[in-house]
Nanobody
Framework: QVQLVESGGGLVQAGGSLRLSCVAS????????MGWYRQAPGNQRDLVAR???????YYTDSLKGRFTISKDNAKNAVYLQLNSLKPEDTAVYYC???????????????WGQGTQVTVSS
C-alpha cells in the first residue's frame, strides 16, 4: 500500500506564506508526477501545480509567481511554497502522486488526506 501524508497547512494573514509538504511511503517503484490541487467549499478540485520526474514544472496561470512546487526524490516528497497569500487561496490542498508500484504495473493516482489553508483578510 502507498500512503501520502501532508503537513504545513494553517491559518495565515493575507500577504503571508506557508510551505506545504507531502511525503509518500510504502511500496513505490517510480513516481511519474507529483502535484498539488486545491478545493474550496462548493468548488471542484483544481490543479495548482505539477512537477514531473525530470523536474519540469507546470503551474495554473493565475498562480504563477506566487506558488512554487519542488520535490525531493530521495524522500519521495513534494513541497508547495505559497507566498503572498490572498483570502481567495483559502481551500483544502491535496497532494497527488502518479506512480508505479512495480516495474510491470500500470501507473495509479494516489492522494493525500488534504490540509486546510485559511487566509484571513
Amino acid at each position: 500500500q502507498v500512503q501520502l501524508v501532508e503537513s504545513g497547512g494553517g491559518l495565515v494573514q493575507a500577504g503571508g506564506s506557508l510551505r506545504l509538504s507531502c511525503v509518500a511511503s510504502g511500496s513505490i517503484f517510480s513516481i511519474l508526477t507529483m502535484g498539488w490541487y486545491r478545493q474550496a467549499p462548493g468548488n471542484q478540485r483544481d490543479l495548482v501545480a505539477r512537477i514531473v520526474h525530470s523536474g519540469t514544472t507546470y503551474y495554473t496561470d493565475s498562480l504563477k509567481g506566487r506558488f512554487t512546487i519542488s520535490k525531493d526524490n530521495a524522500k519521495n516528497a513534494v513541497y508547495l511554497q505559497l507566498n503572498s497569500l490572498k483570502p481567495e487561496d483559502t481551500a483544502v490542498y491535496y497532494c497527488n502522486f502518479f506512480l508505479k508500484r512495480t516495474k510491470t504495473s500500470g501507473p495509479t493516482d494516489y492522494w493525500g488526506q488534504g490540509t486546510q489553508v485559511t487566509v484571513s483578510s
